[in-house]
């Protein structure tokens, strides 16, 4: 019994790495620019895609498709802001659900008409290899998917604290006139912020297309469940990524281990609930209340 | 100046949109269907099937000049973004807007329902091939018909081919998706796994937006079942098969109510699909004979041939469907406009009609189920989709207990 | 009263007397198309007066369309209720569980309000989805009763004019200015006197009622439903953007927004079957980038505001 709950939490760590990664960029976004990102997951879904043409046409490895997608992804991102996000930068958040709730339609659906509603996914040779220990088992490519989740969220912490490029996206979120006063080019800054947050966007979407199926519709759900993390870890606070995923990937599998997956979604979400009221800027106190 | 070529403008829009809102009616030499189906949303994919269905229908009886040699068909395809408010009012829109001669139904519990309650209203028939609860029977409706089998009937092909094997397996797991068709699938299941004498050791049903299915699966491994039971719709079969991969857990046999059937699960799963199992109601093997199509081969060739991939067999169910409607049609000598008179002569027509058709017996009685097929159940054998129970129709023998993961 | 809000009044009234009228006239496909339009109408209209004007993001909305529904429905199914006396009860089992989330939910600002009441709508429909003895569970229950279809018609139109009106004599009432002052600067509110919670607990309430009733009643007009179907996320998702794109906190948003977004939708839906998604997308695109307030706040504005800028 006990080895089952382990291997329960274990699942829940895995999965909260993978939420964690596909939130990192949603967080990001919001914590510089106040922008609410509803096609975050229709990136997600792009990302998917690239590695899946890629390894279908090209019969590239899917690890070795990264690079693409967050290239491609970013330059998306990056003239996304540039033709519209720019115009709802500093008015109400509301403005920006509704904008990118737009393109999520524009993505999602252009999409379907591209590729069809068929779900698809990547089996590789190694697809669903596993290191098996004293009866538990880890699959490689949640645990590579999951060592790169702290790598990404690690690099992203440093590079907003730790460089001169993060020193000005710093400056500009908490005061935008300052910042242009002091010489920073702010549409710059947000155009490159935005292009890194679809960058690593993308990126999780290339790992997740490994052990999940993807089709054009999926980037809905992704964008609500990185929303909730986000929030669960506090707005903005980079960190608070890593450890809402964590929270809501453990909750969730070991509460399907005692009771059911029903269950365990209902409690996951009324635990959410409850953080909320308790600790209102977030987990960890640090996230950012308009 | 300007005023008035803006006037202009919007008078000819006006009179376009008037023209464009009276055009259906206009030509009576021809039948037009209407026929509201997910083309997005959650059921996106096997909306696309059921419209493929028609499509392939309606180009063959127009090649032969239509219904009765003479009528040619035109269908009208509305999306109904797999929602139940939007299906039932395309098929108001569909009625009383476009007047459409008659119906082809659409895909889902739920939209069927909520469809053909409002075909029900307005005494239109509604034949779907593409929903199976078996609340849709339990309402009384007169105008509803179904090709395929009761939910909880059509998996019984899942079970029954454990009965064939040796060693008959002792114990079951059935594990399903929290919606109608299969948490119904899973209800079958239950059902026949007793008759049977097969022990149900785990059954548990998960939300279909259920993200880690890891967890969910190591329940019932830890059961240490000897056949796993999945309700299933397609996007569901393929995340149990990469979870048990992943979890490294091999009952000595999988089967799926839905997924397996339709040519992406293959595609995107490669060798790990091989060896399960699923419930078909059709496979183009079967000794079934009839008008339009010829043999159930028969068909299978030509829908190759237009879509180049073997037809489902829910794409099967639905252009049945459209036959059985046609050949009632024109049992009754159909024709253009259709009245309100005689879509209730159809209606009674279609209650006792029984025919045989290249998907089968068609005998929809009085609750307008169709009668019961006998189980099948097929198997990926290399890719392929081999009919492996009845004994009488198999292909090959199903191969039974499956081999570990890491020797497929 | 000022005369120029009377004189509004009056047009209201006439334009929602003009509709009922209508059923004697109109072709029968645009009563049905009314109808919807008039059921999202009153929902937007009931998201518009909380979250419009106090500018706290309800992303949870859904919750009460689906607990509206499934009171309605249980007691049709269990205890045999007649339809229209289920349909204030579900109102009111909306506004009760409003009540208790409200209260202590309604201390949250902004994207912490908005997924503290998404999860609690998610939690509530896995709790009816598993709670499979009262509900029978994620198979969904059929509803033995049905209206007449003008009468879902009427109801709709009479519920739609009655949350407009709502919204007209909040935005010209004492209540109506509290309300934007919460949404301007809530701490000087409160300063000042007004007892912003208590104010805000009661629109809540109010809009979660009249959710439940408009819930209940689609629940019966569509005969069968799930769990699925009536707590689903993409009911608040279409309140939310009704609102925004016809102008939040206006009494006349969620009119504009909901019948644009159902017209344009049936309108490109049977003409551009493939991309009529793609095109509405890139239309709530065009609004937002040229529009920005709002197609009624634009309006308002005779587009002398750039576009781009902010208000």
Redesign the interface.
Known sequence: MST?II??LI??VL?GGIYALYSAGFSLI?GVMGV?NIAHGDLLMLGAFLTYWMFVGLGLDPFLTLPFSLLGLFALGYLMQRL?I???V??????S???T??????????A??AW????????TAY??A?L?FWGL?V?WI?LITFLISLGVVGALYLLLHHSQMGRAIQATSQDREMARLSGIKVDRVYALTFGLGAAITGLAGSLVVS???V???MG??YT??A??VV??GG?GYMPGALIGGLIL?VV??VC??IF????S???T??L??LM??WR???IMGK?I?? | MKFRRAGIILLTLALALTLGLAAPGMAAQEFTFGCAVP????F??D??LVRDAYTFWMETINARGGIAGKYKVRIIFYDDQSDPQTSAKLVERLVTQDKVDLLLGGFGSSQVMAASAAAERHKFPYLSGGASSNKLYERGARYYFGTLGKATEEVRGCVDVFTSVTPRPKTVAIVGA?IPFTAESCKGYKLYAEKYGFKVVHY????I????Y???L??AK?KKPDVLLVGSH??VA??VV?AM????FNPKGVAFSYGPTVP?FV??????ANYVFAASEWTPNLPYKGPVFGSARQFNQAYRQRFRRSPDYVEAASTAAAVVQQVAMEQLGLKPRVTAADRVRLMEKLHQIDLMTFYGPIHFGKSGANREHPPVAVQVQNGQLINVYPAKWAEKPPIYPTPA?NKR | MSGGGRRSLYLGLAAVAAMAWLPAAGPAYYLQLLTIIFYWIGLAACWNLMCGYT?Y?DFGSAAYTGIGAYVAGLLMLRLGLPLLATIPLAGLGAGLVALAVGW??L??????F???T???A???M??C??WSGLTEGGVGITIPQRLAELSYYWLYLGLAGLLVGVTWWVEHHKHGYGLKAIHQDEQAAAQVGVDTHLIKLQTYVTSAFFIGMLGALEGSRLGYFKPDDVFN?HIT?KM??MS??GG?GTVLGPVIGASFLQLVEDFLGARFL??Y??I??????????FL?RGITGSLRQRLRIR??R??
């Open positions: 089952l291997q329960s699942n829940g999965m919001f609410v519209a720019k115009r709802v500093g008015a109400p958040p509301i403005m659900y509704i904008l709730f737009g393109m999520h339609l524009m993505i999602s659906n252009l379907l008409v069809t509603a068929d779900p698809r996914t990547v089996t697809s669903g596993h098996a088992t699959p949640k052990f999940r199926d089709d054009p519709g809905l759900p609500i469940i929303f909730c929030v669960l707005m990937g969730g599998s399907t281990m059911t997956p029903g269950w979604i209902a409690i979400f009324f959410l609930y909320l009221l209102p800027a977030g996230g209340v308009e | 083309l997005s949303g959650l996106g994919k909306g696309q929290n548990e049903l998960f939300p937006s259920l993200k880690d890891n967890t969910m190591l329940k830890a397609l996007a393929m995340r990469k991969k992943e979890i490294d992406a595609q995107g799963l490669k060798a790990d993961w | 500018g993001i202590p939910t201390r949250l600002r902004g994207a912490y908005a997924i503290a998404f999860a609690l998610e939690a509530l896995r709790v989805e598993e996320v998702i939310v953007i925004l794109l939040m493939n991309y998604l793609v509405i997308g890139a239309i709530i695109v065009g609004v937002i980038v920005p576009p781009g902010r208000p």
